[in-house]
Nanobody, 121 residues
Framework: QVQLVESGGGLVQAGGSLRLSCTTSGRTFSRYHAGWFRQAPGTEREFVAAITWNDGNTYYADSVKGRFTISRDNAANTVYLQMNSLKPEDTAVYYC??????????????WGQGTQVTVSS
């Protein structure tokens, strides 16, 4: 069982930055593909970014490309999402996800509880 815990959310002004962290308890994270998703009120959960465990390939939604960076520190059992140039439309609950077999989608096996990110204009 992989238990994911996100942290680092908060309130920030437009143009500001936040770094989200996702760590695990129990099993090591190092052999799991990981991803970030977000969900704003009244919308469906959407993909933000993902990173593979074996070769470190990264994937981004078009809406965040060039502003967000996903990375991982396997020794620290942590995946990060660095978010720069934040916009009010980035406001959402951000979720960490992990999957042993494939790059996480909205059907990923493991999910964290989410962390709120609010960007004020």
């Amino acid at each position: 069982q992989v238990q994911l815990v996100e942290s680092g959310g908060g309130l920030v002004q437009a143009g500001g930055s936040l770094r989200l962290s996702c760590t695990t308890s129990g099993r090591t994270f190092s052999r799991y593909h990981a991803g970030w998703f977000r969900q704003a009120p009244g919308t469906e959960r959407e993909f933000v970014a993902a990173i593979t465990w074996n070769d470190g390939n990264t994937y981004y939604a078009d809406s965040v490309k060039g502003r967000f960076t996903i990375s991982r520190d396997n020794a620290a059992n942590t995946v990060y999402l660095q978010m720069n140039s934040l916009k009010p439309e980035d406001t959402a609950v951000y979720y960490c996800a992990a999957d042993r077999v494939v790059v996480p989608t909205t059907h990923a096996v493991y999910w964290g509880q989410g962390t709120q990110v609010t960007v004020s204009s």
